[in-house]
């Protein structure tokens, strides 16, 4: 498994409409150098929800890319996938590490609290999300962060750190610089016209020494 480090994206349904277009547009994602999946699909319809999961862990395997869920231990379970993504109203963390072992991957939310990733990490979570650092697409109701935040969590926290909200090419470098150990992002990589270009470029910072 790779460590937790670089491009982090997240699939949008409105942009991967079909199994098809989902699965070209992750794989370009992938070939461009992606790191992490979350597959995000707030929909009710659980038979396309479970083989879109399957499909996209057989895809991930194939980049040694962990692939995880959007706040459905459950459906994680079902699909094998390596871990599950929580925010902080979708149940709690030990419960998601009971029910996946201790091998699965476990992130959660922490918008802009260091104080709820220090209770998330004690609860077994080994990656902890803050944001939205800009303004989104995807939550364009988030309160915003300071990039001083992914700062102040590397000096305190002992795992990885998530950034996300409204990362883009104009503000990736320095989200990198403040500290983020991985971007998590959906429109700025999926609705590119050239997906694994712009994987190309939003992984370069994560290179510059």
């Not at 499909?55 to 996938?81: F, K, T």
């Amino acid at each position: 498994m790779t460590r937790l480090h670089g491009l982090y994206g997240l699939t949008d349904a409105t942009l991967m409409p079909t199994d098809t277009l989902m699965l070209e547009r992750v794989e370009a994602a992938l070939r461009g150098g992606m790191r992490l999946l979350q597959y995000r699909d707030k929909s009710t319809d659980d038979a396309r929800r479970l083989r879109q999961a399957l499909a996209l862990r057989d895809l991930c395997r194939q980049y040694d890319c962990p692939l995880l869920i959007n706040d459905d231990v459950e459906l994680a379970h079902a699909s094998g996938a390596d871990g599950v993504h929580l925010g902080q109203q979708d149940g709690s963390v030990a419960a998601a590490r009971d029910r996946l072992g201790p091998a699965a991957l476990i992130g959660q939310t922490c918008h802009d609290r260091i104080d709820l990733a220090q209770r998330a990490i004690q609860a077994g979570a080994d990656h902890v999300a803050f944001g939205a650092f800009f303004a989104s697409r995807t939550k364009p109701e988030a309160e915003l962060a300071p990039l001083a935040l992914l700062q102040e969590a590397r000096a305190r926290l002992n795992v990885p750190v998530v950034a996300i909200g409204g990362i883009s090419m104009d503000n990736v470098a320095r989200v990198v610089a403040a500290g983020a150990d991985l971007i998590a992002v959906v429109n700025a990589l999926f609705a590119a016209e050239d997906i694994q270009q712009q994987a190309e470029r939003l992984t370069q910072p994560f290179h510059v020494s």
